[in-house]
């Protein structure tokens, strides 16, 4: 099972860019989780997040591939395809 970790903030202008482009994945079936660095400071700690936006694609709980600051949708497109 492969799913997408998003790491954003709300101050994050980057974060703002790439929002659409996550919420787009997710309607088009991708499994998309969201965190909010502010309110979860933990999750991003455990994956060693230290920019965002950070996109980081886990498959069967292991990370497989990770995309720092913002990319065309494609881009995350081939990611999950190629893992």
Not at 22 to 43: A, F, H
Not at 48 to 67: D, S
């Amino acid at each position: 099972m492969k799913e997408f970790l998003y790491f954003t903030a709300s101050w994050c202008g980057g974060c703002r860019t790439l929002g659409p482009i996550m919420n787009e994945l997710q309607k088009e079936g991708y499994k998309v989780r969201k965190i909010d660095v502010d309110s979860d400071p933990n999750t991003p700690s455990q994956y060693n997040v230290r920019n965002i936006p950070t996109v980081v694609l886990l498959k069967n709980g292991q990370e497989v591939a990770r995309q720092v600051g913002n990319q065309p949708k494609i881009q995350y497109i081939n990611m999950w395809e190629q893992s």
